[in-house]
């Protein structure tokens, strides 16, 4: 069952979450290692240090910082991000080619943060396997039968197919992270609007971030709102020399196939 007919509400199963702070970082370290068995990181250190900063500058300025994030770059050229519970987001080579500038990145990157403060991931878990069973996952009681529930949610894809709700709730996040980060918000509703776009031209590209991530009219008029009610700042900063710096030492686009 994919999130596209759920609307989360106070007190519905959707809103459950179980699990202490630890317990979720525990759960995420095992997700991403499973994850990364199944895709490849890209470990250029100049570009992965450029994303880890600007994911920490982002994280610092967000409404969880009880927990370490990770930030890590995937050679793919599909067009994509995503978080896993306890802090690990993973950041798609073709979704760095894809942003025209530092604001758009980094919309991306608040997005995903703001799943991870939501606790969006563990909330969609509880969704989807009930609460015994992620009781089970809190406890850790079967190791082996959590590492095999542990591959199957990675493979299927179950901590990125968020409600609509979810999904607007880590828009108004990353509105805020950026602003308060010093970052142009306004870049998060201007690639929105170009992902409409690309989507016509290459949807090949972008099948699964429209199917994890749904950017709608509706959900870019709503950032445009958020950012409408902040107090206006002049600083705003919109792009950097760095960002294009990292473009440009990116691999050529490739056939390569990843999540």
């Not at 306890?86 to 073709?94: A, C, E, K, Q, S």
């Not at 709608?216 to 958020?226: C, K, P, Q």
């Amino acid at each position: 069952m994919t999130s596209s007919g759920f609307f989360g509400c106070a007190g519905s199963i959707s809103n459950i979450n179980i699990f202490t702070d630890a317990q979720e970082v525990q759960l995420g370290k095992q997700f991403s290692r499973q994850i990364e068995q199944d895709m490849k990181i890209y470990t250029d250190p100049v570009v992965t240090a450029y994303i880890d900063q600007l994911g920490q500058h982002l994280a610092n300025h967000s409404q969880r910082q009880n927990i370490t994030y990770h930030f890590k770059v995937v050679n793919t050229d599909v067009v994509n991000a995503f978080a896993v519970p306890g802090g690990y987001l993973y950041v798609n080579i073709g979704l760095i080619r894809a942003a025209a500038n530092e604001s758009e990145l980094a919309g991306v990157i608040g997005h995903e943060i703001g799943h991870v403060v939501g606790k969006h991931g563990v909330k969609q878990m509880t969704r989807q396997l009930g609460l015994t069973a992620v009781a089970q996952l809190a406890l850790g009681e079967n190791q082996s039968e959590l590492k095999q529930m542990v591959a199957n949610l990675a493979a299927n894809g179950v901590l990125m197919k968020y409600s609509r709700d979810a999904e607007r709730e880590a828009d108004k996040y990353a509105v805020q992270e950026m602003y308060d980060a010093g970052i142009d918000p306004e870049g998060m509703a201007t690639f929105f609007e170009k992902l409409l776009n690309l989507q016509k031209g290459k949807p090949s590209r972008l099948k699964q971030l429209f199917s994890t991530h749904p950017p709608t009219t509706e959900r870019i008029a709503a950032v445009r709102s958020n950012i409408a009610k902040l107090p206006r700042k002049s600083n705003l900063k919109n792009d950097s020399r760095r960002f294009h710096q990292i473009k440009k030492r990116l691999p050529p686009p490739s056939n390569y196939r990843g999540r």
